[in-house]
């Protein structure tokens, strides 16, 4: 079974201080996506990354994927409150598996 | 909005009720997803079709009836229902194809609550 740990599972913090979130495996995967989950809505895909060592950046968050392609992690630079949420990372070989989330909260 | 369009958005239900939960999509997808999300734990995948075929049922009681009638639609049956069933239920489409290229589109989500 694959598994997938994220942490840390709740982060509160001011805005424009930086962050890193982890998602680790014991399980190789082909790809990893990042998802990111507001209340009352399903996730929405931020990332996919492919290659291990890969990074990619989306404006102020930095996705990495680990060299064994077993874990990842996303930094956010100056946070900001519209990044308040439910960050999900998900594995992907047959199917997609995912992780219970970070819980970010950045308050004004 | 994802393309992904999930009725009801919330449902309250006795243990005894039976009820539907409905998924529908228009973006040419092959695949389509069921997943359940309770406060806490990992985002749990229920059933798989591919092709209006089930191909993985991650050992879901029986209370949960899945239906696939064509590649747009995807219902989930609901009967005699425990209050630990109360979550978000989730429906995701996807078309797969290289890992690279695989994103899941999800619906908003039907929050369920067994009385």
């Known amino acids: 079974t694959q598994l997938l740990e994220q942490s840390p599972q709740f982060l509160s913090i001011q805005e424009g201080e930086n962050l890193t979130v982890y998602c680790n495996s014991s399980s190789v995967f082909s790809s990893l996506q990042w998802y990111r989950q507001e209340p009352g809505e399903g996730p929405v895909l931020l990332v996919t990354?492919?290659?291990?060592?890969e990074v990619k950046k989306l404006k102020r968050l930095t996705f990495q994927f680990g060299d064994a392609r077993k874990d990842s992690s996303l930094h956010i630079t100056a946070a900001q409150p519209g990044d308040t949420g439910l960050y999900l990372c998900a594995g992907y070989n047959n199917d997609m598996r995912f992780g219970a989330g970070t819980r970010l909260t950045v308050k004004p | 909005e994802t393309g992904v369009t999930q009725t009801p958005r919330h449902l309250v239900m006795g243990m005894t009720n039976k009820k539907s939960l409905k998924c529908e999509q228009h973006l040419g997808h092959n695949a389509m997803y069921w997943y359940k999300q309770s406060a806490k734990k990992p985002l749990e995948l229920m059933f798989v079709?591919?092709?209006?075929?089930?191909?993985e049922n991650n050992s879901v009681p029986s209370r949960f009836s899945p239906e696939c009638p064509n590649s747009s639609h995807l219902f989930l049956h609901l009967h005699t229902l425990q209050p630990e069933d109360s979550a978000l239920y989730l429906c995701?489409?996807?078309?797969?194809?290289?890992?690279?290229?695989?994103?899941?589109?999800f619906g908003q989500g039907t929050r369920l609550t067994v009385v």
């Open positions: 990354v492919v290659t291990g060592g």
């Open positions: 995701a489409s996807s078309q797969p194809g290289g890992a690279g290229d695989t994103e899941a589109f």
């Open positions: 079709y591919s092709l209006e075929e089930r191909v």
